[in-house]
Structures are given as C-alpha cells and as structure tokens.
C-alpha cells in the first residue's frame, strides 16, 4: 500500500497529459484545415481581386485606342486567360515605357532608377493629372499608391515633404525582366485576415507544444524523486 500511494498523482497526472495531447492534436487539426481553407480560397479570391483590377479600367482601355491594345506577348499568371484584360502590372510597365520614350526622361515625373528594379515619382501632381489617365481609369494619386500596395509594392524611400520624390519597388517588376511580372498577385484584405486567424492558430499549437515539454520535465523531476 505505501508503495501504491506515490502512484496517485502519477495517475492524475496521466490524465492531465492525455487531455493536453488531446487538446495539441484538436489544434493542429484546426490550423491544418484552416490553413489548406485558407490556401484554396486565397487562391480563388486572389484570382477574382485580379479580374476585379482588370475590369476596373476596361471601358477606359476601350477609349484609349492603339496605347491600351493588348501586346502580342503576355506577361500573366497561369490562371488568366490569354485574352483577358490587361493587369495592372501590365499597364504599369506600359506607362513606364511612355515615360521611358519621353526626351527628358531623367527629369521626367515619372522613370525607372538606373538600375531599373524600381521607379520614382518626381511630382506626384503632374503624374496624376498628367501621365496617369493616359493608362488607369483611378485618376487620383492616393488610388493609385493603393494598388501599388496590393499588387506588393513598397515604399522604398522615406521622404520628409509632400514634394520629395517617392520611390516604389516590388521584386518582380522589373524594366529588363518582364517574365517576372507572371508572379504578381493581388493580395485582399479577406486572404490577409485568414492568414493572421491561421498564424494564431499556429501560435496555440506552439504554446502547447511549450506546456507539453514544460510538464514532460516536470514529470521526469518526480519520478527521480
């Protein structure tokens, strides 16, 4: 019996350990199933995020003429069709080639840097009352910073005034590349919200796994007891 008696808790403690295994795998269950659901409908809305900019400027490209004509070549995910509208990266490297074509392009209020891995906005007014409807149907300047962002753009510069030059760059638009253009996706803020629900997921299975190591040792501590 005094040899039974130490054994009570170990039992307890048997239990604990089964309900927190048990609790782990209800966890890992979950964050598996919402990270594939968040992997699939990602993948859909992404693919209609991409129409949806495609179509917002589609009545414009039709009044634009020979400037919107979709090239011979394309430069678009898998999942588009050869003939769909073009994307906003397709446009953006069309107006960039404008700017490009233009006799001062250096001082011009738009050009790619030299390396041509990202472009600068000189003046943001004139590019937008200028440059910007030529090839978007969004003719505000704040409209257009917020596709740049969806489509993974970023700010590569920090300038101190309203009329410092501002620099964006996204490693697959590129003036020597444009292959790399097929790897651009429009993120939503639905797949972002459902990336973030799965990375908490994922944070509770750590923790878990944390608590599981934490009472393995404390069990080990015991038993040499």
Not at 43 to 66: I, L, M, P
Not at 174 to 183: A, Y
């Amino acid at each position: 019996q005094q040899h039974r008696r130490p054994r009570e808790p170990q039992t307890q403690n048997a239990g604990a350990a089964t309900a927190a295994k048990s609790n782990k795998h209800s966890v890992m269950e979950a964050a598996n199933a919402l990270t594939a659901l968040n992997d699939k409908d990602e993948e859909e809305q992404n693919a209609n995020a991409d129409n949806n900019d495609d179509s917002d400027d589609s009545n414009k490209d039709a009044k634009e003429g020979s400037s919107q004509k979709k090239p011979s070549k394309r430069f678009i995910p898998e999942h588009k069709k050869p003939d769909a509208a073009l994307t906003f990266p397709e446009k953006l490297m069309h107006l960039m080639k404008f700017a490009n074509g233009q006799e001062d392009k250096a001082n011009y209020c738009i050009s790619w840097l030299e390396d041509g891995k990202s472009f600068v906005i000189r003046d943001p007014d004139g590019f937008t009352r200028q440059v910007l409807p030529k090839f978007f149907k969004a003719t505000k300047f704040s409209s257009f910073t917020r596709k740049l962002y969806r489509w993974g753009f970023r700010q590569v510069n920090r300038g101190i005034g309203p009329d410092d030059p501002i620099i964006f760059g996204n490693e697959y638009f590129q003036r020597d590349d444009p292959e790399l253009m097929k790897k651009m996706r429009s993120v939503t803020a639905a797949s972002t919200r459902k990336t973030e629900q799965a990375g908490m997921l994922i944070q509770q299975q750590q923790q878990l796994q944390q608590q599981q190591q934490q009472y393995t040792l404390n069990m080990m501590g015991m038993n040499k007891r």
